[in-house]
């Protein structure tokens, strides 16, 4: 569909859409970003991955990777409220191929920075750290951590401080304690964040289809018509 055709489909899939609805699509893209990915790397609990896209949806994040090497996550609508509705998630679940180079590999062709979060002393504050980068921020399985292999692609190695006994957070709560120091971090800064316009306009497309109930009708009714 060239962008002409698609410019009028969703200004005719918006007749069907309230005002009040057209207005709160248009709100959540001003806020959403792609300069910050994240990446699920073989999570066992499928409610730990329901919360996480939650937690990017409400916080405007995008994108986010599900690489699936031995498990394969089935979404709790309860947990996630909807969450993954209005995300772009991209799976990663080959057997042919080896998951989590593979996606690594291609956010660094998209021109992310791998950051994984990890326990290491090593690792960097994300206190301390700028996001002048797009980064694809990736998490490692529950009891585990991050793989060798993704260790081993990281461009970074970052964590969130810890002030007690305990080691870790869930990871569902790191994912958000994390996303709300690097999008304060970005949403201050200068760095222009926002989607471009075409992104915008293929996104309200994707939400209006959503939106609009027997939205695929209306579409071939608007195309024959063309």
């Not at 921020?137 to 810890?162: H, I, N, Q, Y």
């Not at 006994?165 to 200068?190: G, I, Q």
Request: aromatic share 8%; charged share 25%; hydrophobic share 40%.
């Amino acid at each position: 569909m060239d962008d002409a055709t698609r410019d009028k489909l969703i200004n005719y899939l918006g007749n069907f859409v309230t005002p009040a609805r057209a207005a709160k699509v248009q709100q959540v893209l001003e806020k959403r970003t792609r300069h910050i990915a994240v990446v699920m790397e073989d999570f066992e609990n499928s409610l730990n991955v329901s919360a996480v896209l939650r937690s990017c949806e409400a916080m405007g994040v995008q994108d986010v990777h599900i690489i699936e090497n031995q498990f394969r996550n089935k979404l709790s609508a309860y947990v996630a409220k909807g969450g993954s509705k209005w995300l772009t998630v991209t799976k990663h679940n080959e057997h042919q191929q080896t998951n989590s180079a593979h996606c690594l590999q291609l956010l660094k062709d998209a021109g992310y920075q791998i950051w994984v979060t990890s326990p290491d002393q090593a690792a960097a504050d994300l206190n301390d750290v700028d996001v002048d980068s797009k980064v694809a921020l990736v998490f490692g399985t529950e009891f585990d951590g991050a793989s060798k292999e993704v260790l081993e692609m990281a461009d970074k190695r970052v964590c969130l401080p810890m002030q007690g006994f305990t080691e870790s957070y869930n990871v569902s709560v790191s994912v958000a304690l994390c996303l709300h120091v690097l999008l304060r971090k970005l949403r201050d800064s200068e760095i222009d964040w926002c989607m471009s316009e075409e992104e915008k306009k293929q996104l309200t497309l994707e939400w209006y289809r959503k939106i609009v109930r027997r939205s695929d009708i209306h579409e071939v009714r608007f195309l024959s018509g063309i």
